[in-house]
């Protein structure tokens, strides 16, 4: 079992910026120390909901100031990027970390990234693919030669190459079917939100499993990695008191930014996302508090032991023994050091999980 | 090379293509697909010795053994009392059940259309009809409300007391109901769970063999919108084998039973129901179209090609023989054309080898009987008198019948025919009932049978009906009814019978 730390960067008013980044090293550099096996960084522009808009930047930063931890990206927002830049960065990461750095990659879903950077979110699918594409090809054949729907690249080889042989492995985030069968038929594991119920997650992953193995990857071997927020207290109902105010305001920074239901409307790559918002409307979620309790429900808060049975009941029903937690939800630097400690001497041990050696 | 010849090769070369193609989805070359029992709204995985089922194409499936364990959870009853639900809390969950099948982005619709593919071999359109009519028939909450009402006499019976004259009545759901569902048209599974579901009953969908997808693919779902609603959790899917004695056991203790499909699973049910219980058959049934002089033969065409084409003449409402009393070669031509048009609008399903054997042999027969028949990829058409004929073959196969009056009709039917589709509609008004008389369950404008409208009948039952008790609460004394003029008493009537004729 293999436990990650996201790092949100988010910025709530009584955290000056500064403080966002000192504390998120802070983070990252205690969950070093404890054993944690990565860290993660969240790719944002515009909005509070996440300060960092290079997350290949601050993940060499992050390299750098820690020693054994894998950090990754979750995500580079593809679409707004250029491919052989990733691919170098990437490989530089690589070098630089004997192998430490991941990429993670997504395809965008807030519309002033898009407008910002010139981009057409109803391409974006298409877009992330083809990018995709052209990082595999530089690691297995060095050359950036494409020409492709949205790109053409002359015959260049970019520099440095990869440490981590054959290829690093590269993280895919999203859960819509269609970013699923994506992933499935490139065999590149996802990153899946904990959220919704254990059979949709099930259904996701047997979607998966069968697009990989009629494309000859097995299975099994695909390590995907569930991401949840993560807060422990005394019991489940002061967890979710500890946390529910920040967390609602932060789905409301993400309403903010993200597209609106008018706007996923006509943009068919996002059909899932509407989905999302119908079942939504459907449940009977009207407010951003009643979206926070549903979300709470299905994270890893509570007391010890319900989110060790929590973990328990997902780990054998799904079969994913990775996840990546985000303990910030407090929004208090020193309760996030502490909860992060629980897990990792409280809940997570319980699960059989070990933290990396030289911690 | 006659007609003939030709028509039977490419029968030939179609079914070895698609029964290929179905090996290649599925059939005996790889490993087979593991898939739970849904008890109660929860999973049961298969262990290390699982039951292998197989489909008509060949592709397997590996499920649990249907044990004492399973059957005893089942026996112990659902986790959650549907009876007390409100009928418009059951009809919104469904709402949001379809809105999710509705999605193309559903990663359960995406998995239940390579079922579909996998287990019947049906095109990519077959197999997304299908999945939109789940959703379809998820989301009709209005005519949710409307079947109550046609069937029930009220929308809200299933709720509250009805006045009904001297009386109130109410309609309880029987209790827990399993479904004896058929392997050759998946949408079967959904029609008979919701009419369980909105009469409030428990439902225990036994799947075929041959048809797993779809009653698992409805259960899990269910547990995708809510894994605690009440719906989700009185809902079952699993497999039994007929003589499992398990199986035996929940069919014994079932208050209504819904068997679909052949005779023998109906008879099973029959004898496997408690004197208490109720089985409601559905089938084995055929159906056919009756064509006057005066139609319009493109329309009719279209619609006996449609009719046959839809679930490949596997459902009982599937066309199989069209009696005419106009030109019966210019028909055959005008049903040729429209099946070639279909075999593109829906593409034909894998057809297995029992299904091509029965079309060449059928082919062959009335070849050598002097019958004329046409056919290829798109299927097959044979001008016969009905007499002449040995088997009804599926796939696409129809048969064309001159007679010289629609009177003739009536010798070829019984109470096994469910639907006569007309062409034109008027001749329904003049041979209704006479056909109805002999057996015939249903009538349609050719083209629209396997539309099921709002106030028909199934089976010539109305199934909610069977599935629910009707409890009356009758007037008291001091309500004199329409019939009194003073209070009802029926001591005081025997004991002064002048008082009877006086009052009443």
């Known amino acids: 079992m293999d436990v990650g730390v996201m790092l949100t960067t988010a910025h709530p008013d009584h955290w000056t910026e500064t403080e966002v980044f000192d504390y998120t090293m802070d983070f990252a550099v205690e969950a070093d120390t404890l054993g944690y096996q990565s860290a993660w960084l969240l790719e944002h522009h515009f909005t509070r909901y996440g300060l960092c808009p290079n997350t290949l930047t601050m993940a060499g930063y992050v390299l750098g100031r820690t020693k054994r931890i894998k950090v990754g990206t979750a995500v580079v927002v593809l679409p707004l990027d250029h491919p052989i830049r990733i691919a170098e960065q990437t490989n530089l990461l690589d070098q630089l970390s004997h192998g430490r750095f991941v990429l993670g990659v997504g395809r965008g879903y807030f519309p002033r990234d898009f407008e910002a950077f010139g981009v057409d979110a109803g391409k974006s699918h298409v877009i992330q693919s083809e990018y995709v594409d052209i990082i595999r090809q530089i690691w297995r054949e060095g050359t950036a030669k494409w020409d492709g729907e949205t790109i053409t690249l002359p015959d260049v080889t970019p520099f440095p190459t990869q440490y981590t042989r054959p290829e690093p492995v590269m993280y895919g985030v999203g859960q819509s079917p269609s970013t699923i069968e994506w992933a499935a038929s490139r065999g590149l594991p996802l990153l899946m939100a904990l959220i919704g119920s254990m059979e949709a997650l099930r259904s996701n992953l047997d979607l998966y499993r069968e697009i990989a193995e009629s494309h000859g990857f097995d299975p099994e071997s695909i390590p995907h990695a569930l991401c949840s927020v993560a807060h422990v207290a005394a019991t489940t109902q002061q967890a979710r008191d500890d946390i529910f105010g920040n967390m609602a305001w932060w789905e409301q920074e993400h309403d903010n930014a993200a597209f609106t239901m008018e706007q996923l409307e006509k943009l068919p790559n996002y059909r899932f996302q509407y989905g999302e918002w119908q079942a939504a409307a459907l449940r009977g979620d009207r407010t951003n508090e009643d979206f926070t309790n549903y979300a709470l429900e299905h994270s890893v808060v509570g007391s010890v032991e319900d989110c060790v049975g929590k973990l328990e009941r997902v780990a054998e029903e799904t079969g994913v023994r990775n996840f990546l937690f985000g303990f910030e939800a407090t929004l208090d630097r020193d309760r996030v050091l502490d909860t992060m400690n629980t897990f990792a001497t409280e809940v997570l041990p319980r699960l059989g999980w070990k933290p990396d050696a030289e911690a | ?504």
């Open chain 2, 1 to 504: 090379m006659r007609t003939g010849e030709r028509a039977e090769s490419q029968v030939w070369t179609v079914t070895t293509r698609n029964m290929t193609a179905a090996a290649g989805n599925a059939g005996g070359q790889t490993r087979p697909r593991p898939a739970p029992f849904m008890v109660w709204g929860e999973r049961v995985d298969p262990d290390g010795d699982p039951r292998l089922i197989e489909s008509a194409t060949g592709a397997r499936t590996a499920v649990p053994r249907f044990d004492d364990r399973t059957a005893e959870r089942i026996l112990a009853g659902p986790p959650a009392d549907l009876a007390a639900v409100p009928l418009q809390e059951i009809v919104t969950f469904l709402n949001r059940a379809g809105q999710l099948w509705k999605n193309g982005e559903y990663a359960r619709r995406r998995l239940y259309l390579r079922e579909l593919k996998r287990l019947h071999g049906y095109s990519d359109k077959m197999a997304e009809t299908e999945a939109d009519l789940i959703s379809a028939t998820l989301r009709s909450h209005a005519q949710m409300h409307d079947m109550v009402a046609v069937e029930l006499g009220h929308r809200a019976v299933l709720d509250r007391w009805i006045p009904r004259e001297d009386a109130e009545v109410r309609a309880f759901p029987r209790g827990t109901s399993v479904h004896v569902l058929p392997g050759n048209v998946p949408y079967s599974t959904t029609v008979s769970l919701l009419r369980a579901l909105i009469t409030k009953n428990a439902a225990v969908l036994k799947y075929s063999a041959g048809e797993p997808a779809t009653a698992l693919a409805l259960a899990q779902s269910f547990c995708d919108v809510d894994p605690e609603h009440p719906v989700t959790r009185s809902v079952c899917a699993v497999f039994w084998e007929r003589d499992c004695p398990q199986g035996r056991r929940v069919l014994g203790a079932a208050d209504v039973i819904c068997a679909w499909g052949g005779a023998e699973a109906v008879t099973a049910a029959l004898r496997a129901c408690s004197p208490e219980g109720v089985v409601v058959p559905f089938g084995p049934r055929r159906s056919m179209t009756v064509v006057g002089r005066n139609a319009d033969l493109a329309r009719a065409s279209r619609g006996i090609a449609h009719d046959a084409s839809m679930y490949e003449q596997r459902a009982c409402f599937s066309t199989h023989q069209v009696f005419t009393d106009g030109d019966p070669e210019a028909l055959a031509a005008g049903i040729e054309r429209e099946l070639m048009f279909y075999a593109d609008l829906l593409p034909r399903t894998a057809v297995t080898a029992d299904e091509a054997a029965q079309v060449s042999l059928e082919a062959a027969a009335q070849r050598f009987l002097g019958s004329s028949v046409r056919g290829g990829s798109w299927g097959t058409v044979i001008i016969a008198p009905p007499g002449r004929v040995v088997e009804l073959p599926t796939a696409r196969t129809v048969f064309v019948h001159p007679v010289a009056d629609l009177r003739e009709v009536y010798g070829w039917v019984d109470a096994a025919v469910q639907t006569v589709g007309m062409a034109p509609w008027s001749l329904v008004h003049e041979h209704r009932d006479e056909l109805a008389r002999r057996g015939v369950c249903r009538f349609v404008e050719a083209g629209l049978s396997p539309l099921f409208r709002l106030g028909g009948t199934h089976d010539g039952l109305q199934p909610l009906v069977l599935m629910t008790r009707m409890v009356a609460v009758e007037a008291p004394r001091a309500d004199y009814g329409k019939n009194g003029v003073a209070p009802v008493d029926q001591s005081e009537f025997l004991e002064h019978s002048r008082l009877r004729d006086l009052l009443v």
